[in-house]
């Protein structure tokens, strides 16, 4: 059975203008997405942040590399994007998705040097099940650090390398990775692809970056594809909206 990691951006699925306000249609739209991918094989979800988890972590000053020990603020932004996934997985429930949450705050840490270490193991089984594991960007334990940011982009890379992901899909509010003139790339296989457009690989920064994560994404075994809202249906269907990473 084929397995597809999905992440959806924050953008996508909440109103970033608006602090901790979900974007009922285009979480409707995602949600109608998951469902279909759930009926024909195996699907891990990954939301971003949005409007609810980067309010608080940068309240608390937080970020993938500065960290807190404030336990308090910790489970400030943490609560908060609880709130965000309680809000995804009523929406798949609704579509009869059998959707169950894994957190990562409990599933993962980083060490010193910020590699992260994510426990498949509670995921899997629920893939074995019949489940389907929505996961989340999170503040984690980072060594020496207290705690930090893990994005939707780096867990998504944990997730379909451990679990031998089939296929990838990112979906943001943007249609993929843009070339020097505003068009989308159809494919990358090797950073050179698109370094111009990024700015070489010295942009690889520690926000999530486009070109951060394209250079995690072409490490992948399988297809990622960097889409927008408009290429769900498209990417459901098994074609290749926006622009697909494929490293050789």
């Known amino acids: 059975m084929s397995l597809v990691v999905l992440k959806l951006g924050g953008s996508v699925v909440t109103d970033k203008d608006e602090p901790e306000t979900v974007d009922e249609a285009g979480l409707a739209a995602a949600a109608d997405a998951v469902a279909s991918l759930a009926e024909t094989g195996q ?54 998705v059998a959707a169950l949450p894994v957190h990562p705050l409990s599933a993962g840490a980083r060490e010193t ?22 996961l989340h960007g999170d503040v984690i334990a980072h060594a020496e650090k207290g705690a930090t940011i893990v994005s939707g982009d780096d867990l998504v890379v944990s997730l379909a390398s451990g679990l031998d992901a089939d296929r990838v899909g990112l979906c943001s509010t943007v249609p993929g990775v843009l070339d020097t003139d505003g068009d989308v790339i159809p494919e990358i296989t090797a950073f050179e692809d698109a370094a111009d457009a990024l700015g070489g690989s010295d942009s690889t920064d520690v926000t999530g970056g486009m070109a951060a994560k394209v250079q995690k994404l072409l490490a992948l075994g399988a297809p990622a594809h960097i889409f927008g809202p408009d290429g769900l249906s498209s990417f459901v269907a098994g074609e290749s909206p926006g622009t697909v990473v494929r490293g050789e």
């Open 113 to 134: 040097d910020g590699s992260l270490s994510l426990s498949l193991s509670a995921t899997d089984a629920m893939l074995d099940e019949g489940f389907v594991p929505v």
């Open 43 to 96: 699907v891990v979800v990954v939301h971003g942040g949005g409007s609810f988890g980067h309010h608080h972590a940068a309240e608390h000053g937080v970020s993938s590399e500065s960290g807190t020990d404030d336990a308090r603020g910790i489970r400030a932004i943490h609560d908060a994007m609880k709130d965000l996934n309680d809000a995804v997985l009523d929406a798949l429930a609704d579509r009869d």
